[in-house]
């Protein structure tokens, strides 16, 4: 079966430049999927390719506003009517496309993509889901700052989305979901983390216990939760001291004309060694719990990244994960947990 | 002025084989300091330096008993009241040591300097700072994991603690206290965030504001303040990513011959890069808010990481630690902040 993705082409760093050569190269990739291409039509039009076989599975859609980077979420949603991001999500809605993606501005695509496409039944706003590498492969990790308040249950409705998304896109049968927390023990935690261990051993998921910060990259799980506030601070200081490791290496094979010769020397190593963790390969975070598929990217994603992004995207839509999240929440809603009344 | 540490020479992993080597090696760096062994006397006696110089500044206090790895802390409070541990600790208690050090479990020397050394007035429970290296230096984080369920007067209490230890050891004037957050806006964060933000702006310090996760690496303040839960989450995810990291480099590095020239060729950089970001140079972590110095070292740290740890408490110590935390607190209890009534 064939699937459609809405792609906004305006939103992140760089607009068209990126999201519509991505959108041609993921196109040439899996050919039995189509893109709508939305934005400024004058703008995509020259960018359309010559060759048969995409154009065919290619069209433009226009949308005459954009949503910008620093925009309010809130006055893009009440005031951006035909931005691109709003018309890429409205394409889902209609049925014209199986899932959209944005570079745009993450509060503005939960924003809209939450009163476009509703939320799931139980759910109040989506959680964001990115994937990481690990030692051993890769992880999904939720939620990474959209819900910085969190309860219980909504640790145990990350646990129940991120492991069908685990289990759809990866075909896993039952993918391991683990809890963040400071400790392997039962007893540590604060107290919500504690509550919902309680929660997820009784939701019938293959809980797999608390994981360390440290076991999120050492593949102790493939789905880890928890809340957005610490989720993200998770991801962001990975992120720092990646990025710091990163510049130090540079910067001693740099240092002078011994150390610039052992750089060309190592070059294919430190080439392998930087795509095997190049995190443009992991671009692309499901926003879950809503009623359709919609994936947001790094605003400063190059080409290769958003392209990343988009198969993302697909990947979700052909294996009709927000359809299979609902079917397992209306489950858990018709028989309530014992847990549920003791905790 | 000469100051003593009192060393628990049995804690750890690896105990008097790692302990008396750093202690010594210690000694050598630090001409003014004197050290107290603290453990069995048997294990200990003969591996004392025969040179007069170090063997004069360093002396055994025999203790019978050893707190376990993975011994519980009431227990090990309880039932071994001639532990190393609570020897070294009842010796800065009784002004014979100014600082004491452990490799041992975390937990039981908490217990055991709370219960010995007790808490500064107003203050619960020991915060744990560790030191961690940042792109332009290093930064002071608290907590790091003993207090999970924190209020905005906990922030508070961890900002005044940190920047004082910073103040102190790095000589600074206005060290700038960052508040660890999930965005630089003010309006970001859970509640207890925000309410601490509020809190810090009227404590007196030089406090910058929100610092994100990469912002730690980024060396966006010298003191990161956070609760525990979410500073031990973000400090063991760093290691994680480390690790693999160096796990994936070391891979590529050793994948086949040409690879294996190639970082023969590349040694000597590899060797510099390892050793600007070599964790054991920032091993020792302070428990701050007792009366007096403890300084938690890694339980798996060598004696190069060691003797770090140990360096770190003879500077707390050296520069007043407790009694500039206790008298700011003291001065903060006398004048209440107009915030606290508000928040």
Same mark, same amino acid.
Request: overall charge neutral.
């Given at each position: 079966?064939?699937h459609?993705i ?42 359309l ?16 506003e ?41 509060g503005?695509?939960m924003?809209?993509?939450r ?9 109040d ?30 640790l ?15 075909? =896993?049968?039952?993918?391991? #979901?683990?809890?963040?927390?400071? $400790?392997?023990? *039962?007893?540590?935690?604060? %107290?919500?983390?504690? /509550? ?18 440290d ?23 990975s ?16 240092r ?14 430190l ?6 963790l ?9 926003? =879950?719990?809503?009623?359709? #598929?919609?994936?947001?990217?790094? $605003?400063?994603? *190059?080409?290769?990244?958003f %392209?990343?992004?988009? /198969? ?8 009709g994960?927000?359809?299979r ?19």
């Amino acid at each position: 079966m064939s699937h459609t993705i809405a792609i906004d082409c305006m939103g992140g760093d760089h607009g068209p430049s990126v999201t519509v050569p991505a959108a041609l190269a993921f196109l040439r990739a899996h050919p039995n999927a189509r893109v709508i291409l939305v934005g400024q039509d004058a703008l995509l039009r020259p960018m359309l390719p010559s060759s048969s076989d995409l154009s065919e599975r290619c069209r433009i859609q226009h949308a005459s506003e954009v949503v910008a980077m620093d925009e309010g979420p809130a006055l893009a949603l009440r005031n951006k009517k035909d931005s691109s991001m709003r018309v890429a999500a409205n394409l889902v809605k209609d049925g014209e496309a199986q899932a959209c993606v944005s570079a745009g501005n993450t509060g503005a695509l939960m924003a809209i993509s939450r009163f476009v496409l509703k939320m799931l039944p139980g759910i109040d706003r989506p959680a964001i889901c990115p994937i990481l590498p690990t030692m051993t492969g890769h992880v999904h990790m939720l939620d990474l700052g959209a819900n910085v308040d969190c309860t219980a249950e909504h640790l145990q409705q990350f646990a129940i989305m991120g492991s069908i998304l685990a289990s759809a896109v990866d075909h =896993l049968e039952r993918p391991r #979901v683990g809890l963040l927390n400071i $400790g392997e023990e *039962d007893i540590k935690g604060n %107290e919500v983390v504690k /509550a919902a261990a309680v929660l997820l051993r009784q939701t019938g998921l293959n809980f797999v216990g608390n994981v360390e910060g440290d076991g999120i990259y050492k593949g102790h799980a493939d789905v880890v939760v928890c809340d957005g506030f610490v989720g993200n601070v998770a991801l962001k200081s990975s992120e720092g001291v990646a990025q710091m490791m990163a510049t130090a290496l540079k910067q001693e094979f740099k240092r002078n004309i011994f150390t610039k010769l052992a750089a060309l020397a190592a070059m294919p190593v430190l080439k392998n060694f930087k795509h095997r963790l190049d995190h443009r390969r992991y671009n692309g975070a499901s926003l =879950l719990g809503l009623r359709g #598929v919609a994936v947001k990217s790094h $605003g400063s994603a *190059d080409a290769y990244a958003f %392209e990343q992004a988009i /198969a993302r995207a697909y990947e979700a839509a052909a294996n009709g994960v927000p359809e299979r999240i609902g079917a397992k929440l209306a489950e858990l809603h018709a028989q309530p947990l014992v847990a549920e009344e003791g905790v």
